[in-house]
């Protein structure tokens, strides 16, 4: 069913009520949620908004809100039921995909479909697809339960090697490990830091690569379609930076629109996917896949005609995707809080804005997250410029003069 053409069906009508094109129940309302929420709300859709918290990001924006577990199997078929939706759209990996799977199986619609759900959840499972089903070239890697099986990880791929957990996000428990005696610490922080409930991990070879990149790919009813190459730079496996475009050979980056391809087909269904590839002099690397939008595609809010959260919403609704221009360089830089808090205020908006009365376009986002916690991320500030290099100051820049001040 994940392929269905069909549009939603419209709301009942009461008098004085909206007819809706759509009713969407997103599952993970974080601040890709609530980009995506602004952008289907234009287009006449009903959304209810659901987290393990409460004021998430994308619940300020959405008609209604849930809070609950999205690994809490009962809770999630009951929010299903009772809100009887249209489209299903994971926004985060941590999902009981079991139950997505049945409810596609009853004819529901998942976002791009309950199998990308299930195996993008775990790293390893999207790996072997890629690697073992579909050929791609990727890194060397072994999966480990135990330090002794990391050890014996370490020992296939080489060091230095890289440790993360199967299923975590934005980076979480993610190691870089240079020599025998680090195991272990990066064994412990890859456990500590793991979402759901599989203790395992995925030891990778490193990759001495050039640049690593995003690329957006659309998969519509119309077909598969790319934006521009994205560039970013990770700290502790989360991004900071991400600039659009990258430069890239025309055979390289065929390359990649290609394993691409093959990928999203395979998953099935409508929407966007971030692939992620790392990119050396002379060839192209798998890394990894999410099927929805992209933390580092932040930056297309500024740099393209249509967000990716715009043809997010337009492949899932069916609607047309027209030729994606890009405006110019441009860049994003992160926002980060350093401490944990519940009360704090966010100050520098007018001086980070200020730049923008230059030659380059300068935007912040402000998330609302209603608490902070060390690295987390609160905000992105945008910019454009001449060039990559001058977009990617005037955003760090930016991005400095946003400040969060703690309340004691």
């Known amino acids: 069913m994940s392929g269905a053409t069909r549009l939603a069906r419209p709301a009942k009508q009461t008098k004085g009520m909206p007819v809706f094109t759509a009713r969407i129940l997103l599952l993970g309302s974080g601040e890709l949620g609530k980009e995506f929420v602004i952008s289907v709300k234009r287009y006449g859709c009903h959304v209810v908004a659901c987290d393990s918290y409460a004021n998430a990001p994308a619940m300020q924006v959405a008609d209604e809100s849930e809070v609950f577990s999205m690994l809490d199997a009962d809770a999630l078929k009951a929010a299903i039921e009772k809100h009887r939706p249209d489209f299903i759209v994971p926004e985060i990996e941590a999902i009981r995909t079991e139950v997505l799977q049945d409810f596609e199986d009853k004819g529901f619609i998942v976002v791009p479909s309950a199998l990308a759900a299930s195996l993008t959840m775990n790293r390893d499972r999207i790996r072997e697809l890629a690697a073992a089903e579909l050929g791609l070239r990727t890194s060397k890697y072994r999966y ?110 065929n390359d990649a629109k290609e394993m691409a391809r093959k990928v999203v087909d395979n998953l099935g269904g409508y929407g966007i996917f971030g692939v992620e590839f790392f990119v050396t002099k002379n060839e192209v690397i798998f890394s990894e ?69 230059g030659e380059g376009d300068v935007e912040v986002r402000i998330f609302g997250k209603p608490t902070t916690r060390k690295h987390r991320r609160m905000g992105v500030a945008l910019a454009a410029g001449g060039t990559v290099e001058e977009a990617r100051e005037q955003a760090r820049q930016a991005a400095g003069r946003i400040r969060i001040a703690y309340e004691d």
Request: glycine share 8%.
């Open 289 to 357: 896949l999410s099927p929805r939008p992209h933390d580092t595609g932040l930056v297309t809010l500024l740099s393209q005609n249509l967000s990716e959260f715009d043809l997010h919403a337009r492949a899932v609704l069916g609607l047309p995707i027209p030729h994606i221009r890009l405006n110019g360089p441009t860049a994003s830089a992160v926002i980060l809080a350093d401490r944990e808090a519940e009360r704090f205020s966010i100050d520098g908006l007018k001086e980070a804005l200020a730049l923008g009365s």
């Open 144 to 253: 480990a339960e135990s330090l002794e099986e990391v050890r014996a990880g370490a020992e296939h791929t080489g060091l230095p090697c890289v440790i993360k957990p199967v299923m975590s996000s934005s980076g979480k428990g993610q190691s870089t490990v240079r020599t025998a005696d680090e195991l272990e610490q990066a064994w412990n922080d890859a456990v500590a830091n793991m979402r759901g409930d599989r203790k395992k991990v995925i030891v990778e070879e490193f990759i001495a690569f050039e640049y690593e990149i995003t690329l957006l790919t659309i998969r519509s009813r119309e077909g598969v379609s790319f934006c521009e190459p994205i560039g970013h730079r990770q700290e502790r496996g989360d991004y900071q930076e991400s600039w659009q475009p990258t430069p890239m050979t025309e055979t390289l980056l």
